[in-house]
């Protein structure tokens, strides 16, 4: 696995772009809430970290992780610079699971192929909730941390391009 070794939440900060004037779009889905709050968490916190200002963070909220990628849409026509995407998929007895990892996955892949807002896909797809827990602010460290890092990454680099 890529995270056993790697703690999602170390970054090196003297390598992350001033984020001062930038403003970003979190959306977060409902379902799998204990997780996908922990992963909001970790976003916000790294965020603030970076000097990003509490009034420049737009948080809305989603049923579930199906519902990220319309949110996210609606959410790049903000004047944000970076739009970070908040789930938790865990694997249940049906093919659910698969239906809604593959449409998410490729709804944000659409939407930053489309759009010039990158959106930050930070949606976890486990197979039980100790692997979700792990990566929302668990042993492996939290992977909202991560993706807010990401963010910040991608709107230097459309501020640049």
Same mark, same amino acid.
């Given at each position: 696995m890529a995270t056993e070794n790697k703690n999602l939440s170390e970054y090196d900060k003297t390598t992350i772009p001033n984020a001062s004037k930038f403003r970003?779009? #979190?959306v977060v889905s409902e379902w799998n809430d204990s997780i996908t709050e922990s992963l909001y968490q970790g976003a916000y916190e790294a965020l603030i970290d970076n000097g990003v200002l509490p009034n420049n963070i737009i948080r809305w909220n989603v049923p579930g992780s199906f519902e990220l #990628?319309?949110?996210s849409k609606k959410m790049q026509e903000q004047m944000v610079n970076a739009v970070i995407a908040i789930g938790s998929v865990i694997q249940g007895e049906t093919k659910h699971f698969d239906f809604v990892c593959e449409a998410v996955s490729q709804g944000i892949k659409d939407l930053n @192929?489309? !759009?010039d807002v990158? @959106? #930050?896909f930070c949606v976890? /797809?486990?197979? /039980?909730?100790a692997q979700a827990q792990a !990566?929302?602010?668990g042993k492996h460290g939290n992977k909202g941390t991560e993706a &807010? #890092? &990401?963010a910040i990454k991608m709107a230097e680099l459309r501020k640049n391009s």
């Open positions: 970003f779009g #979190i #990628i319309y949110g @192929v489309m !759009r990158p @959106v #930050i976890l /797809t486990d197979n /039980t909730l !990566r929302s602010g &807010a #890092i &990401a």
